[in-house]
């Protein structure tokens, strides 16, 4: 029993930073229908900004948070300018260009910043962990779950309450007709691909405390976080809240039961049955086109 | 044979092969075999400078180029310099294949430095093997090998475990918990370490394989805790080693009552791990840091100087070191004019020289007597030695399977 | 059509010119550069065999590399047995595997491994290719689906250590014996063998995509939907070419495992499968022969490269593959294509230039 | 017997019923015309007849056996064609080829594995001059203009000589010289084809129309010719008097 709570535990924790970093993955593919696979890039160029604001402005990694979205957002924002933006009528294209562009940022952080891992100092505020019963939590963990659920909320809200989301959904319907009403398409393309990087930066950086910072770390998170936006439907927010909480979940109990190999092994059957039967995903967002 | 009669055949072939093509064959066996003697002798480094293993590999490509350059600081081998050819093997094993046969064919190395994992010093087996060349192994590995092609540089499951597993026993308890990457490496140490612990009266509580790069593990760490054993037996290698140890402080999880025991994780893991993470726990390994003998200081002010003051060495990277002046002192033994990969190899056979980590030998069967420490990390990311072998210890490769055993003449059953 | 047809023959009578004469020439029968050469030959093949799934019918299969890695591993358990004699292979041994697994004892013929490594990938491919295009699975979902099962079949092929030898794949082969002539990778008969295998998969690929076919398949990726209505079981023709296109790449990994001499899990990674759909992108995807030269090309200079920028060779590669994607959708084939027509009639028609578009979304339910 | 019986046909998208209890016949040799107002459901009726839709009750006898469960490529195999609203040819496909795509007689794999793409039949030479193409032959589809697009989707049809064409909408954006040319043809295709046609312009559909019906919210409203319908009071009402 104590096991089976703290696994659940567990499986939430991979679930939010799974929600994390396909989050913004899944708003530039909804909007766009671009499927950014640079975007593991933009988490890795998030956990470097960390690293260089913990090592030379001595900022914390709760602390750098606005100023790494910032800086991926506005990473993502160029290339969608120079890039992206030529590529939307040919969407399979993007596949290969955003690859393209990922080797190249690698490439460049490789031989800027260098090859070895770096280390990222996690707060020391968050160290620790709570205990109720046998179930213990790592106070960092908890942290990462909350601010996951709150980047998942703030989205929303931008999406659903604001101006900028109205705009945005109406491009998503039909961009010929937002466009005669004056809405500048190729502003409300580039403003969501930034948003979308820059969400990938905040996943980066709350991350690397745990896992290693390396050039290379993206390319494994972006295939797992694609998937995700795929079972919870296009474009839908609370969908791809959906799949992160369900593939976590399912990834912990499996690998509980059988071992992490196997356990990863079951999940990839099981989303490649689900798309078979259920192409649009869990929860087939109603605002695309 | 020699190599004259090589070049004669050759080039008697050779002209012939133009003529009828499909001849060529006869000519192409001898190609790799023919040394010029040029006026500097090419030697490969195939360490992979992109790629997933490029954190570890591009040391070990620094620390043996620094040797290279040392020597020809120092005036070289009978007044040639090394030419070291550099390829990017990229991770890949399919590359490592290729890019070893450029060096050991195209360009005619003497003999090669290279790699870090098992995969990759297997793929680049066959062309060392086919063409007799000589492949110098840097790396710790699993022994069950003796290739008369590889210089192994590296421990051997008996050197890094026999001192380790008594202490761990005595010191922490008989409960041990294995994890380790999924291939050969990780279950061969698991394999010899269950035959030491039957002998202690030590028991394995669970022993599990995650993914290459697998880097979350809540899972494991939730069945540590409900296994509580006395000791975690870690041969987890590179990222995944990393992320463990973050996870494994962030989950609060004290070394003093459960440390990490690994065989893996030197100091450019801990870097990355961070020195308050690594602190406490232990890694098993013939070669820290901070050794304290001139050769040691020696290293690694050079390499400090080189690669900056942040820049650390390792047992591996010592051994990519080393294994440069082994390949020098046994040039230096052999007729200038006339050298070749396996002269080089029957040269280096017995002997000694002084390293970092102390004096070490190479055996007959290509492995070398190495000295076996066990250290603790410290939050400045260095290694306390806290209990070192009195004696070298001699490497069987074939230690954990009687009636098996690595000898000057390969492999011998009994 | 015609003259897609002229382009394709004198393109390539000029390419088995190069490649069986020039080539060799060239490098002045040096073994070591056949061997390279070889190498690269057998890649053009899984490129080819990728232009026809996914340049001739829009299905962008990232599984390619599955596939590849299956005739790889028949190969290298042929050769591992034979190596072997009569013990166990040593991995297996090593796994306290006790006897010979079920599914390796036949590998010990020559012929059974052939066939095996031409046959298993196309079934497989055959029976993905079954599953989702029966559910009118197309564009992007395509592509996830193949993704999801390359990862989970190298971490099965990872995991079965005993079975497969795990991350350190199928090492010390025998050499290949082949009616009685021991080959030789570094000869120029091997090479003309890698050559001649290109050659076959090049005219087989021309003659489908030339065929009636073909052009159905193209009208398939235009537009599927349409093509039902005109009689067609569009999902009977997807699973022949998907499969036709997975065998091909099962015989390019047995000649990769040759010439390589191991089989290793990381034919099977997604980088490799992603570097096919590059060569095949570079090169022209709606030419079978575009995307064999398209391998050939950017792996010649993947290794001239990586020879002078040791260090930025991986960034270049990266740029020159953006440059492709943006400036020029249809590879180099296009390049061609679009020079040819300038040519012949001043007026270059726009609408000609654009690439393709295969579907990205789901066909609507309505 | 009718070439064609459609019964008590319904097709609900979530709880809207697109089409509500359709009944009709259609005989050999025949234009039946569909006539009502947007979302009446005759775009519909076409696509649960040639199997774009499945419906959710009913029956669609085509020559006496049910095709309602066939998939589309089966209907179409025993002859139902069909033009879409939108004209759809395959843009990068030149003219030649398009029309061989259509010309389906032998639409298995392995004929297609043995067969040239484009055979240039007397056949293909005659659609292409009925529909005043023939010097576009080698020209890519997306070449063409929006008129003679239309006239390629026309003459795909013809070369797929269904027994049974549906057609949606077959003038829309057609000059008043290229819709009389239209229902000359369509006269023309009468000997030997069933044609349904979905049509607004009611000046082409007096032109060729044997039998009209119209329908509304998804059903019947009235059937008969040209002359009672326009005299139909319900229709009248429904549609035509505003």
């Known amino acids: 029993m104590d096991v089976v709570l703290n696994q659940a535990f567990a499986g939430l924790s991979m679930a939010s930073i799974l929600l994390i970093i396909a989050l913004g993955l899944a708003i530039i593919y909804g909007t766009m229908g671009v499927i950014n696979l640079a975007h593991g890039e933009f988490v890795m160029l998030g956990a470097y900004t960390t690293w260089a604001l913990q090592n030379h402005a001595g900022l914390g990694v709760v602390t750098a948070l606005p100023l790494v979205f910032v800086a991926v957002a506005a990473v993502g924002w160029i290339i969608e300018k120079v890039i992206v933006q030529r590529l939307y009528t040919r969407p399979l294209d993007t596949i290969l260009a955003t690859w393209g562009i990922g080797i190249i940022l690698q490439q460049a952080v490789r031989l800027g910043v260098g090859a070895e891992s770096r280390f990222v100092r996690g707060p020391q505020w968050l160290s620790g962990n709570i205990e109720i019963g046998a179930l213990v939590m790592s106070n960092y963990r908890i942290f990462v779950i909350s601010f996951s659920l709150a980047i998942l909320v703030v989205t929303w809200l931008l999406m659903t309450r604001t101006e900028f989301g109205m705009k945005l959904r109406a491009v998503i319907q039909n961009r010929g007709i937002s466009e005669c009403y004056g809405i500048e398409a190729k502003k409300v393309y580039s403003v969501t691909f930034a948003y979308g990087a820059g969400l990938a930066g905040i996943a980066g950086a709350l991350i690397t405390p745990l896992f290693s910072t390396i050039p290379t770390m993206g390319t494994g998170l972006v295939v797992d976080a694609f998937l995700v936006v795929i079972v919870g439907g296009l474009g839908s927010l609370m969908g791809t809240a959906a799949a992160a909480l369900l593939i976590g979940e399912v990834t912990a109990i499996f690998s509980i039961v059988i071992n992490d190999t196997l356990g990863r092994i079951a999940v990839l059957a099981g989303i490649i049955l689900l798309i078979r039967f259920r192409p649009r995903g869990l929860f087939p967002s109603d605002i695309r086109r | 044979m020699k190599r004259r009669e090589f ?101 005619k190395c003497v003999s090669v430095f290279g790699s870090y994992t098992s995969a990759s010093r297997q793929a680049v087996l066959p062309v060392t093997e086919q063409r007799d060349n000589l492949y110098w192994y840097p790396t710790l590995y699993e022994g069950r090998e003796c290739s008369r092609n590889v210089m192994y540089g590296g421990a051997v499951p008996n ?56 880097s979350d593990f809540s899972s494991v760490i939730n069945r540590i805790r409900a296994e509580k054993p006395d000791v975690i037996f870690s041969t987890l290698v590179g990222d995944s080693d990393v992320a463990f140890a973050r996870q494994y402080r962030a989950a609060e999880l004290d070394p003093e009552k459960m440390p990490v025991c690994s065989l893996t994780r030197s100091e450019i893991e801990v870097k990355a791990i961070g020195g308050d993470a690594a602190a406490g726990h232990f890694s098993s390994a013939p070669y820290f840091m901070s050794n304290d003998t001139p050769e040691n200081q020696k290293f690694v002010e050079n390499y400090k100087a080189r690669y900056g003051a942040d820049s650390v060495t390792h047992f591996v990277s010592e051994a990519a070191y080393f ?87 390969g492999l011998v059953k009994s | 059509m015609q003259s897609r047809l002229l382009y394709d023959i004198i393109g390539l009578a000029l390419f088995a010119g190069v490649i069986l004469f020039g080539v060799p020439a060239l490098f002045g029968y040096d073994g070591f550069e056949l061997n390279t050469f070889s190498r690269y030959l057998s890649l053009a093949i899984v490129s080819m065999a990728l232009a026809l799934s996914w340049g001739t019918a829009g299905l962008l299969n990232l599984g390619q590399a599955a596939t590849f890695g299956m ?154 939907e349409r093509t039902r209505y005109f009689g067609y079981n569009v999902a009977n023709y997807q699973t022949i070419i998907f499969s036709i296109s997975a065998g091909l790449a099962g015989w390019a990994g047995m000649l990769y495992a040759l010439v390589l001499e191991f089989a290793s899990p990381t034919y099977m990674s997604v980088s490799f499968s992603l570097a096919i759909v590059i060569w095949c992108a570079v090169g022209g995807r709606e ?68 690439p393709f578009e295969t579907s990205l979304n789901p066909k609507r339910e309505s | 017997m009718s070439q064609l019986e459609v019964r008590d046909l319904h097709v609900t998208f979530g709880g809207l019923r697109a089409v509500d209890g359709m009944n009709f016949d259609v005989e050999q040799g025949e234009i039946l015309c569909l006539l009502g107002p947007n979302g009446a ?166 032109t060729v129309a044997d039998r009209i019906i119209v329908m509304n919210q998804g059903s019947k409203l009235a059937e008969g010719s040209i002359q009672e319908i326009e005299s139909n009071e319900a229709v009248k009402t429904a549609y035509l008097g505003h």
Not at chain 4, 129 to 142: C, S, Y
Request: aromatic share 8%; net charge negative.
């Open chain 2, 7 to 107: 070049l004669g055949q050759a080039g008697a072939v050779g002209t012939m092969g133009l003529a009828s093509g499909l001849s060529v064959p006869a000519l192409l066996s001898g190609v790799g075999r023919a040394y010029a003697a040029a006026d500097d002798i090419p030697v490969g480094l195939l360490f992979s400078l992109t790629g997933a293993v490029a954190v570890v590999e591009h040391t070990l490509h620094d620390a043996a180029l620094m040797a290279i350059e040392e020597i020809n600081a120092a005036g070289g081998v009978h007044g040639k310099q090394l030419r070291a050819i550099i390829e990017d093997p990229a991770s890949d094993p399919a590359t490592y294949a290729d890019r070893a046969r450029r060096l050991m064919i195209r360009d």
């Open chain 3, 71 to 224: 005739g790889s591993y028949a190969m290298a358990m042929h050769l591992k047995l034979k190596a072997s004699g009569d013990n166990l292979p040593d991995f297996m041994s090593w796994n306290n595997v006790e006897a010979l697994p079920l599914i390796w004892a036949p590998f010990h013929s020559l012929t059974f491994t052939l066939l095996a490594g031409l046959l298993i990938p196309a079934a497989v491919g055959g029976l993905i290719a079954i599953f989702m295009f029966r559910a009118r699975i197309a564009g992007v979902f395509v592509a996830v689906i193949t993704l999801a099962f390359l990862v989970a079949f190298q971490l099965v092929v990872i995991e079965q250590q005993g079975l497969t030898g795990g991350q350190n794949g199928l090492t010390g082969l025998a050499p290949l014996v082949l009616f009685g002539w021991s080959v030789d990778i570094y000869s120029l008969s091997f090479y003309y063998l890698v050559g001649a295998c290109l050659m076959i998969a090049l005219v087989f690929g021309l003659y489908l995509t030339h065929s009636k076919f073909g052009l159905i398949l193209r009208a398939i990726r235009e537009d599927s």
């Open chain 2, 323 to 409: 294994q440069v002046y082994q390949f020098k002192a046994a040039l230096e033994k052999l007729d200038p004019a006339n050298i070749s990969p396996t002269e080089i190899r029957d040269a280096a056979v017995g002997m000694s020289m002084l390293a970092p980590q102390g004096e070490i030998l190479i055996d007959p069967n290509l492995h070398t007597h190495l000295w076996p420490k066990v250290g603790q990390w410290q939050s400045d990311g260095q290694a306390k030695v806290i209990l070192q072998s009195e004696e070298r210890i001699t490497p069987k490769p074939y230690a954990a399977y009687p009636g098996q055993q690595c000898t000057g003449d």
């Open chain 3, 287 to 354: 030419s079978v022969l575009a995307a064999a030269v398209g391998a050939i090309l950017v792996n010649l200079a993947e290794g001239r490269l990586s020879d002078v920028f040791v260090e930025g060779w991986h960034l270049l590669l990266g740029v020159l593959f953006l440059m492709v994607v943006m400036f020029m959708p249809r590879g180099i084939y296009g390049v061609i294509v679009d020079a040819g027509r300038a040519m012949r009639r001043k007026p270059v028609s726009k609408k000609e230039a654009q």
């Open chain 4, 41 to 206: 459901g005759k775009s519909t009726t076409l696509d649960l007849i040639c199997g774009k839709t499945q419906p959710t009750g009913g029956s669609i006898r085509f020559q006496n056996l049910e095709i309602s469960q066939m998939w589309e490529f089966e209907r179409a195999r025993l002859g139902i064609g069909r033009k879409f609203q939108v004209p759809s040819v395959y843009k990068e496909l030149t003219v030649a080829e398009n029309l061989s795509v259509a010309r389906s007689v032998k639409p298995g794999i392995w004929h297609a594995l043995t067969s040239l793409p484009v055979r240039n039949s007397a056949k293909m030479r005659e659609i292409l001059d009925l529909v005043g193409l023939a010097d576009k032959i080698g020209e890519p589809a997306g070449n063409l203009s929006h008129g003679e697009t239309q006239w390629l989707e026309i003459a795909m049809l013809i070369a797929q000589d269904s027994r049974l064409i549906l057609m949606d909408e077959p003038t829309a954006g057609m000059t008043i010289q290229e819709t009389d040319r239209t229902a000359r043809i369509f006269r023309s295709l009468k000997a030997n084809h069933t044609l349904i046609v979905v049509e607004h312009d009611m000046s082409f559909v007096r």
């Open chain 2, 159 to 214: 050197q890094q475990q026999d001192i380790l597993l008594p202490w761990l026993v005595e010191n922490f308890g008989k409960k041990i918990y294995m994890i380790g990457n999924n291939y050969v490496y990780p279950k061969e140490e698991n394999n010899y370490c269950r035959i030491l612990l039957n002998d202690l009266g030590g028991e394995v509580v669970h022993e599990e394989y995650v993914p290459m790069g697998h």
